[in-house]
């Protein structure tokens, strides 16, 4: 065959091959229409928009034919109620952080943030390189869930306080709305913590029922308006130095996905993780601007709060550790990785950060 007829009929076999393919191809994607419900109220546009982003790129991804309704908390069911309502088949999925279900099991505290752990980036490296995924979910299992990386705060703030804190002993009977397992070491200084979802903060500070609260940072924390009732703002959210945020994935649901539908809800994962700590680290800083400008009063942590916190920390870390071995397991896989990262990280990062940090104010 001459070399022009078989570039003219390999061509046609081609397209006639892509024309048979196509349609093949979407007819065995199903449709399917599932619901994701989050622990966040829609005002939250960066943590509530996380798992709108996620939604939205698995249905652009699908032509449509994967569809995920999201849900604001207290539409299906309230914010911290979510993992529940995934366990039990109520919604195909959720967005959330683990450790709001620390009262389950304390190994929960892993999969967001656990009280001196990694920054954002060692913890997402520890989920994914680490063994972090591997070792959670065969934990999840236990409750009928898989996860899936969906949000990254980055490090956050300290919370807001009536009062300012200048020593330990102004913790003690401090009723302080603080998330997740960081609350038992609160309560190793004296502090009275109190676990409330997002939209239920400001009310209970403004009416007194609380003395503190942390939430995120500054973008979310002026927008919640915490400001305008306790003007101490605190820094650094020791207890979340990066925490990650997951897709949680009712178990029998996941494993009748198809396995191209699980590479797309996966890779979605990826993206609104991305995006939101993009979101985040853009919307932060000006945020805080705005804080100080309506009187916010900045204050870094009194350094003998911060040792007395670690100390209290690394306590309870061993006595849980001692008692349960899913969170031993954990314990020591994230915080082997952690400590080998920072040796890293001090050496050219950090330095790095520090040296353009203080160049920023000139």
Known sequence: MKRREFIKV????????????????????????????????????????????????VGEATDNKFQIQTFAAGEIVPGLQVLDAVQNGTVEMGHTASYYYFGKDAAFTFGSSIPFGPNSRLNQAWFMFGG???ILNEFYKNYNFTSLLAGNTGCQMGGW??????????????????GGFAGRVMQKLGCVPQQLAGGDIYPALEKGTIDAAEWVGPYDDERLGFYKVAPHYYFPGWWEGGPMLLAIVNLEKWNALP??????????????????????DAQNPTA??????????????????????????????????ATNANF????????????????????????YDNFMARHSQS
């Open 161 to 178: 306080f009536r009062k300012e804190v200048t020593s330990v002993a102004d913790l003690q009977g401090l009723k302080f709305r603080i």
């Open 132 to 134: 972090g995924k591997e």
């Open 10 to 57: 390999t061509g046609l076999g081609a397209a006639a091959a892509a024309s048979i393919a196509a349609p093949a191809i979407a007819q065995s994607m199903p449709e399917l229409k599932w619901r994701m419900t989050t622990s966040w109220p829609k005002s939250l546009d960066t943590l509530h928009g996380g798992a709108e982003i996620m939604a939205k790129v």
């Open 259 to 280: 396995k191209y539908y699980q590479a797309i809800l996966e890779q979605a994962g990826h993206y609104a993780n991305n995006w939101m700590m993009a979101k985040y």
């Open 328 to 351: 031993k397991k954990m314990y020591e896989s994230l915080m082997s990785f952690t400590n080998s990262g920072y040796q890293w990280f001090q050496v050219a990062e950090v330095g």
């Open 288 to 321: 805080l601007r705005k804080l100080l400008a309506n009187g916010t009063k900045l204050h870094p942590f009194p350094q003998p709060v911060m040792e007395a916190s670690f100390k209290a920390a690394k306590e309870l870390h061993s006595e849980v550790a």
